[in-house]
C-alpha cells in the first residue's frame, strides 16, 4: 500500500488541553482535527492508546486490545446523563494545565468512571452485552485480569497471593469472575464507553479527511493481561516467569546497553498456529488506527535476548527473529493498513534486507541528520520517497531544545545544507527541510511548530520521571498557526489542493 505525498502532525492524546487533568477523545479532539483540516494535514500522529501503568508509559500498557480510561471524556458522559458536571467540580485533576498529574488522575478518574457505570450499564443493556460478546477475545481476560490485580492491591500478576489465579487455572479464573463479577463487568463498560467514543472521533476525522496514524510496541508489558492470558505465546518457565526478556545491546549511547524487561515471545509456538496472536493484535490495532508505525521493527529480524534477573543488558545475546515469514502474513493479512516501520538506529545488512522485502517505508529523522564527520542516511538529499520524513519523534528533544545542545558542528551543517537564517528562524527552517524533502510524508511534532523547549520533551529514554506528561494549551492552537502550516504544505505539494 503506497503512502501518498502528504504530511500531519504528531501530538499524543493526553497532551491535548482538558479541565480534567489529562487530554482525551472529547471536543478538544475534535477540534485538534479541526486545526489538522485546517492546516491542510493528512495525519495525525498519536502514541499507543492502551491503560497505562508504573512510570505512565504508553509503551508498558495493562493489555495491547484496550484502551486508557485515563482517555475517555468525562462532558461527553455528561451529556449522556451518566455523570452531572457537579461531580467534577470540586476534585483536584492537577493545577499545571501544561503537565499531566497522573497521581491524581489515577486517584479520581476511576471512581467517576464507576458512577457512570452504575448508570450506563442497564441504559445500554443490548448495546454493551453485544460489545463484550464482538470482544470476547480479548475482553473478558483483560476485565477479569483488572478486577483481580484491584482486588490484591495492584501488585504485578506474577506476585499474586493465589497461585490459581496468578496462574489463571480454569476453576480459579471461575472462582475470581464470581467473586469479583460487578468489578469484572465494570472493567468491560468501560472499554465499551471507550470504544464508542474513540469510533464517533475516527469517523469524524475521516469526514475531514485526517487520518489516524497509530505505534505498535514491537512488545507488551510482562505485568499485562497478554501475557497472565496467554503464557504460551512468550518464553516463560513453568511458573510462567521470563526465561529471557527484552533490550538492546550496549552502544555508543549506553555502555550497558538498554534493558527494557519485557518478555520476549515464543516464535516457534506462534509459527505452529500460524501467528494468530500476532494477527489478532494488529487486527485490535486497525480498528483504532488508519495506519500503524512499527517500533523496534528491526527486531523481527533478529531481536536481544538479556537473561532474567540479569542488572544490565549486556549479558544478552542475538536471536534470530521471524523475519518476513511473521511480517509478510501480516501485510498482506492487513493490505488495506498502512504499516510504517521503525528502523532507527544502527543496523546490519539484514534488517536493511527484511525492510527491502517487506516493501515498507523507513523512518528519517532530521536531528540525527548533521553529522559533521559523515553524510549521514538521514540527510534529504539520500532519501527515497518510501519513507516518512520526522523532524524528531516523541523520543527526541524539540528541535528549539536541539538546537541549544547541539554540538557546533552540527549546527553548522545543518545551516550551510538547509540555508538557516534568521529572518525565517532557525526552526522554520528545518521544518521546511523535510516537508520539501522527497519522503512520501513529513511529519513534525506540535512543539516544533509552536517552537517550544526542553520543558516541553515527550520523553526522554532510559529516564524515569518528568515524561509522558507535556500537555498544550488552546490558546496556542490559533488560526494564524493553522494558515502558515497549510502555506507551507501547499508550497511543497504535500495537499490535494
Known amino acids: 500500500m503506497a503512502l501518498k505525498r502528504s504530511s500531519g502532525i504528531l501530538l499524543p492524546i493526553f497532551s491535548l488541553p482538558s479541565e480534567y487533568g489529562i487530554g482525551t477523545i472529547g471536543k478538544a479532539a475534535y477540534d485538534f482535527i479541526d486545526f489538522l483540516a485546517e492546516a491542510k494535514q493528512s495525519w495525525w500522529q498519536i502514541l499507543p492508546v492502551g491503560p497505562t501503568g508504573c512510570g505512565d508509559s504508553p509503551y508498558q500498557s495493562f493489555s495491547t486490545f484496550a484502551g486508557n480510561p485515563y482517555l475517555i471524556d468525562l462532558d461527553m458522559l455528561c451529556k449522556e446523563g451518566l455523570l ?9 485533576w492537577g493545577s499545571d494545565p501544561t503537565k499531566v498529574d497522573y497521581g491524581k488522575i489515577y486517584d479520581n478518574r476511576l471512581r467517576v468512571l464507576k458512577i457512570a457505570a452504575a448508570r450506563g450499564i442497564a441504559k445500554s443493556r443490548s448495546e454493551f452485552d453485544d460489545f463484550v460478546l464482538k470482544n470476547s477475545a480479548w475482553l473478558p481476560d483483560y ?3 483488572m478486577a483481580v490485580k484491584r482486588h490484591f492491591g495492584m501488585a504485578a500478576w506474577y506476585n499474586w497471593p493465589d497461585e490459581g489465579i496468578r496462574l489463571r487455572t480454569p476453576e480459579a479464573a471461575q472462582k ?3 467473586l469479583l463479577k460487578d468489578e469484572v463487568e465494570f472493567f468491560e463498560y468501560i472499554q465499551f464507553i471507550f470504544f464508542r467514543q474513540w469510533e464517533q472521533l475516527r469517523s469524524y476525522a475521516h469526514q475531514k479527511g485526517v487520518s489516524i496514524m497509530g505505534d505498535l510496541p514491537i512488545y507488551v508489558a510482562l505485568d499485562s493481561a497478554d501475557v497472565w492470558s496467554e503464557p504460551s505465546c512468550f518464553l516463560l518457565d513453568e511458573d510462567n ?17 538498554q534493558l527494557w524487561g519485557n518478555p520476549l515471545y515464543n516464535y516457534a509456538a506462534m509459527e505452529r498456529n500460524g501467528y494468530g496472536w500476532w494477527i489478532r493484535r494488529v487486527d485490535g490495532a486497525a ?8 517500533d523496534h521493527f528491526r527486531g523481527f529480524e533478529s531481536f536481544w535476548a538479556v537473561p532474567y534477573g540479569a542488572e544490565t543488558a549486556k549479558a544478552g545475546r542475538w536471536v ?19 504499516f510504517i516501520a521503525e528502523d532507527l538506529g544502527t543496523l546490519g545488512p539484514e534488517v536493511h534486507e527484511l525492510l527491502h522485502e517487506s516493501k515498507l517505508p523507513g523512518m528519517k529523522v532530521l536531528e540525527f541528520a548533521f553529522d559533521p564527520e559523515e553524510e549521514s542516511d538521514y540527510l534529504p538529499h539520500r532519501y527515497s520517497s518510501n519513507c516518512v520524513c520526522y523532524t524528531g519523534t516523541h523520543d527526541n ?12 558542528g552540527e549546527l553548522k551543517k545543518a545551516e550551510r545544507y538547509l540555508g538557516l537564517n534568521e529572518r525565517e528562524g532557525f526552526v522554520r527552517g528545518i521544518i521546511r527541510g523535510g516537508m ?21 520533551r515527550i520523553n526522554t529514554p532510559g529516564t524515569l520521571g518528568g515524561n509522558w506528561q507535556w500537555r498544550v494549551t488552546s490558546a496556542q492552537l490559533g488560526h494564524t498557526l493553522a494558515a502558515e502550516i497549510a502555506e507551507m504544505t501547499r508550497l511543497y505539494g504535500r495537499c490535494s489542493d
Open 397 to 408: 528533544a524539540p528541535l528549539a531544545a536541539w538546537m541549544r545542545d547541539a554540538s557546533a
Open 176 to 178: 475470581h469472575s464470581r
Open 241 to 257: 516467569i521470563p526465561l529471557e526478556v527484552a533490550g538492546v545491546p550496549p552502544d555508543y549511547f549506553s555502555e550497558d546497553g
Open 287 to 294: 480498528r483504532l488506527f488508519d495506519a500503524m508505525r512499527i
Open 84 to 92: 452531572e458536571k457537579s461531580m467534577l467540580d470540586g476534585i483536584d
Open 436 to 456: 520539501s524533502s522527497v519522503a512520501s510524508v513529513f511529519i513534525a511534532q506540535l512543539q516544533d511548530w509552536l517552537e517550544l523547549g526542553a520543558d516541553a
Open 320 to 338: 534470530k527473529g521471524p523475519g518476513i515469514d511473521l511480517v509478510g502474513r501480516l501485510t498482506a493479512w492487513f493490505s488495506n493498513t498502512q
Open 143 to 145: 476485565a477479569l485480569f
